[in-house]
Nanobody, 124 residues
Framework: QVQLVESGGGLVQAGGSLRLSCVAS????????MGWFRQAPGKEREFVAA????????YYADSVKGRFTVSRDNAKNTVYLQMYSLKAEDTAVYYC?????????????????WGQGTQVTVSS
């Protein structure tokens, strides 16, 4: 079992930045690939970014490429999402998720564990 707790969300003006954190319980964090997803009101949950177990490979949605950076610190059981140049359309609840395996997956149902989410609101 892995429990995930996100933090770092908030209200920010367009063009600003935020860093989200996701802390995982358990001693096998480094065995999991991690993903960040987001869900805006009335929309489906969508993929944002993913990182493999070592942090050596990352993958991003086109909508955030060049603006967001995913990273992880296995010693701290933490994955981060650094967000720059935020836009109003980035407003959503952001979730981190974990899955066993090395392949970076963009499909939510392929992830085994989810956090409770953290709200990000970007004012224009």
């Amino acid at each position: 079992q892995v429990q995930l707790v996100e933090s770092g969300g908030g209200l920010v003006q367009a063009g600003g930045s935020l860093r989200l954190s996701c802390v995982a319980s358990g001693r096998t964090f480094s065995s999991y690939a991690m993903g960040w997803f987001r869900q805006a009101p009335g929309k489906e949950r969508e993929f944002v970014a993913a990182i493999n177990w070592s942090g050596g490979f990352t993958y991003y949605a086109d909508s955030v490429k060049g603006r967001f950076t995913v990273s992880r610190d296995n010693a701290k059981n933490t994955v981060y999402l650094q967000m720059y140049s935020l836009k109003a359309e980035d407003t959503a609840v952001y979730y981190c998720a974990a899955r066993m395996g090395g392949i970076l997956i963009t499909v939510p149902r392929e992830y085994d564990y989810w956090g409770q989410g953290t709200q990000v609101t970007v004012s224009s």
